[in-house]
């Protein structure tokens, strides 16, 4: 069975920093990108960032370029979020995912990911 579990969440307060992490198993995920999205509560679910098959190319969205930083340790079949500076608008669900294409460099659409964690709950207080 594979399954991605996310965790690390947890109620912070502006200003803060937090590392999400995202752990596989059923299966190696070591030859396609990862990433991370994220559903605040009325809201549909948003990029927040990728990173390829071997970890060597990132990308992260706009509204969170210069505090947000993800990195993939494919020996332990693990992908990070390191958040930092924390804001009331970051509040939501996290969600990891392994996407599709083998030996890619990621994406920002939710439709070419093909395996998803249950989410952690992240929560900035001002």
């Known amino acids: 069975q594979v399954q991605l579990v996310a965790s690390g969440g947890r109620l912070v307060q502006a200003g803060d920093s937090l590392t999400l992490s995202c752990a596989a198993s059923g299966r190696a995920f070591e030859r396609v990108p990862r990433g991370w999205f994220r559903q605040a509560p009325g809201e549909g679910r948003a990029f927040v960032a990728h990173?390829?098959?071997?970890?060597?190319?990132?990308y992260v969205a706009d509204s969170v370029k210069g505090r947000f930083t993800i990195s993939r340790d494919n020996a332990k079949n693990t992908v990070d979020l390191r958040m930092d500076n924390l804001k009331p608008e970051d509040t939501a669900v996290y969600y990891c995912?392994?996407?599709?294409?083998?030996?890619?460099?990621?994406?920002?659409?939710?439709?070419?990911?093909?395996?998803w964690g249950q989410g952690t709950q992240v929560t900035v207080s001002s």
């Open positions: 995912a392994a996407g599709r294409q083998q030996y890619g460099l990621g994406h920002s659409l939710a439709s070419e990911y093909d395996y």
């Open positions: 990173v390829s098959w071997n970890g060597g190319y990132t």
